[in-house]
């Protein structure tokens, strides 16, 4: 998939909750082990490098370097309002 494509896919997920809004939960870094993307559904060979996304009460997501930095910005910026005032 192409860059537009999966950004396109990512806002689909994270609207229907199948990928976090939210920051919370540990990112660790590893060589892939042909788990399955949580952004592009294609599986993260062992040459590659993946994000885990690890978090309490819900299984672990995998991402591909560049997939897991397309759902950072649209997390950030979906999650991005106007700011309020108290």
Do not use: Q
Not at 30 to 39: D, F, I, L, P, W
């Amino acid at each position: 998939m192409n860059d537009a494509t999966v950004r396109r896919v990512v806002r689909g997920k994270i609207a229907d909750g199948s990928l976090p809004r939210d920051r919370i939960g540990a990112v660790s870094v590893a060589y892939g082990t042909e788990e399955v993307c949580g952004a592009c559904a294609a599986s993260v060979s062992p040459g590659e490098v993946f994000y885990k996304l690890t978090r309490a009460g819900s299984e672990r997501l995998v991402f591909h370097g560049e997939c897991f930095v397309i759902w950072r910005d649209e997390r950030n910026r979906m999650s991005a309002g106007p700011a309020v005032l108290d």
